[in-house]
T-cell receptor, first 112, second 117 residues
Framework: GNSVTQMEGPVTLSEEAFLTINCTYT??????LFWYVQYPGEGLQLLLK?????DKGSNKGFEATYRKETTSFHLEKGSVQVSDSAVYFC???????????FGAGTTVTVRA | GAVVSQHPSRVICKSGTSVKIECRSL??????MFWYRQFPKKSLMLMAT?????????EQGVEKDKFLINHASLTLSTLTVTSAHPEDSSFYIC?????????????FGNGTRLTVT
């Protein structure tokens, strides 16, 4: 079945540091891949997505590239801010974002 | 933007009692809502798909008699944990998509922390 494995946290960084959160997946067929973010006290929000191999999703300075050869969708940001402190979830969907399979989430804390 | 309200945000109940969690779409209609649960340091797991006006579809391994889902209107789905036990303690999250918006993103509630003593 479909599954997602993402880097365990927590991750603590200083402002302006480079952030990478690794995500790999197992799936049949050609899933769509997503990164969701949950800020403190809020619900999950879609951060970015990619629907086919080699697609790059980007939003708010974050990027992730759908790599079919390595079954990965790593999240990166070149210079984090305190406001990026949140829990990040990698997910895959069988068809767009229908019936998502999530990773365990990675807590990121950015210090000023 | 679209908002999904989940209530309560936190509940503590005694073993053997039932607990109802509500998921409301505040500014859109949702024919389909999804219920997830998350154990500490584990993945968010899809439990069931709630369909307005029909029976919910449960994922493999989820007890339908244990987790009762009712989607009585286009803006409300409820999850009732019946005869709760300590192993049901978990974080439950719902999500919904605007009706007719197959390409619009899912909107998530803030989650409900259930503790069964």
């Amino acid at each position: 079945g479909n599954s997602v494995t993402q880097m365990e946290g927590p991750v603590t960084l200083s402002e302006e540091a480079f952030l990478t959160i690794n995500c790999t997946y197992t799936a049949t067929g050609y899933p769509s891949l997503f990164w969701y973010v949950q800020y403190p006290g809020e619900g999950l929000q879609l951060l970015l997505k990619a629907t086919k191999a080699d697609d790059k999703g980007s939003n708010k300075g974050f990027e992730a590239t759908y790599r079919k050869e390595t079954t990965s969708f790593h999240l990166e940001k070149g210079s984090v801010q305190v406001s990026d402190s949140a829990v990040y979830f990698c997910a895959l969907g069988r068809s767009n974002d229908y019936k998502l399979s999530f990773g365990a989430g990675t807590t990121v804390t950015v210090r000023a | 933007g679209a908002v999904v309200s989940q209530h309560p945000s936190r509940v503590i109940c005694k073993s053997g009692t039932s607990v109802k969690i509500e998921c409301r779409s505040l500014d859109f209609q949702a024919t389909t809502m999804f219920w997830y649960r998350q154990f500490p340091k584990k993945s968010l797991m899809l439990m069931a798909t709630s369909n307005e006006g029909s029976k919910a579809t449960y994922e493999q391994g989820v007890e339908k008699d244990k987790f009762l889902i009712n989607h009585a209107s286009l803006t409300l789905s409820t999850l009732t944990v019946t005869s709760a036990h300590p192993e049901d303690s978990s974080f439950y999250i719902c999500s919904a998509r605007p009706a007719g918006g197959a390409n619009s993103p899912l909107h998530f509630g803030n989650g409900t922390r259930l503790t069964v003593t």
